[in-house]
């Protein structure tokens, strides 16, 4: 393929996706990446894409997403809750994966009472938050360090996670809808999500209501690959959130719903059961997903 024909196409992906890895470009137009980085380098001195470390965009194709200042002060007690609730799921000498984020950094601060466990994570605020766990094993992916959320990304943090299989990845993300599942709205967060889900034999989701129904730019899991979903209870008039939970309920996610005024640690969830679909209107509590 000659080199117009091949940043052509290289055009056309990146037009047709919003942001395309470099890995995927040389997959496609079937050269290494080292020639599709010059084209992309090539394009970009014309003002037809822009270059990140990784991949490339449209111009003005990355999604802006507020930094962990602001993260760290939204839905505080929903996120307790829902970190509350997940922590039942893990048991003692478990090996799992923890993705970056806020409420797995909430996560990681009752995981610290496991014993026996093994956290491999990306997360710089996860490995802090068990840093003085004596009976918790910590494991750090390698990877270029993203300011915003603290989390490790890039190459490195993905072949880092090459022939590790864990029981469980407990990840956030930016939406999460029924159609699409969890998405983020960065695209080496997201890469780096898609390879903690290929290391574990379930998939938990922790998100608070109100990324519920929301759509970003990079999906993450897809629905047919989350096992359970952690939020909070949506508020009343919350319609939106409310049939998202019930879509999701439909298409096989087993939901754990917390409030946020719970006082009590919870009861362990039980193993994923596909063939109870929830009724509407109802929006579940824990108590509804014990067996009977």
């Not at 014309?46 to 490339?56: I, K, M, Q, S």
């Not at 990877?143 to 407990?170: C, I, K, W």
């Amino acid at each position: 393929m000659f080199a117009a024909e091949r940043r052509q196409l290289i055009l056309e992906m990146v037009r047709a996706n919003g942001a395309v890895s470099l890995r995927e470009l040389a997959r496609v137009v079937q050269t290494s990446e080292v020639t599709v980085r010059r084209d992309v380098r090539a394009l970009e001195a014309e003002g037809l894409l822009d270059r990140r470390h990784g991949g490339a965009v449209l111009p003005g194709g990355f999604t802006r997403e507020s930094g962990f200042p602001q993260k760290s002060h939204l839905a505080t007690a929903e996120k307790t809750a829902i970190a509350d609730l997940a922590a039942s799921l893990v048991d003692e000498g478990e090996a799992i994966v923890v993705g970056a984020g806020t409420t797995t950094q909430e996560l990681a601060r009752r995981l610290a009472r496991v014993p026996g466990l093994t956290v491999v994570t990306n997360s710089l605020l996860v490995a802090q938050a068990l840093a003085h766990a004596n009976r918790v094993e910590v494991v750090m992916t390698g990877g270029t360090l993203r300011g915003s959320n603290y989390g490790l990304v890039g190459s490195g943090a993905e072949q880092s996670l090459q022939g590790l299989r864990v029981s469980r990845a407990f990840l956030s993300g930016a939406g999460l809808t029924a159609e699409r599942g969890l998405s983020t709205s960065n695209m080496l967060a997201a890469s780096v999500d898609r390879a903690l889900v290929q290391a574990a034999a379930e998939v938990v989701v922790l998100a608070d209501h109100t990324k519920l129904g929301s759509d970003t730019m990079f999906q993450t899991v897809p629905t047919d690959l989350i096992t359970h979903l952690v939020t909070d209870e949506p508020p009343a008039g919350d319609d939106r959130a409310a049939t998202e939970l019930q879509a999701l309920a439909d298409r096989g996610v087993q939901l754990a719903v917390a409030s946020a005024a719970q006082a009590e640690p919870p009861a362990p969830l039980p193993a994923p059961r596909r063939s109870h679909p929830l009724r509407p209107p109802t929006v579940p509590r824990l108590a509804d997903l014990r067996p009977r």
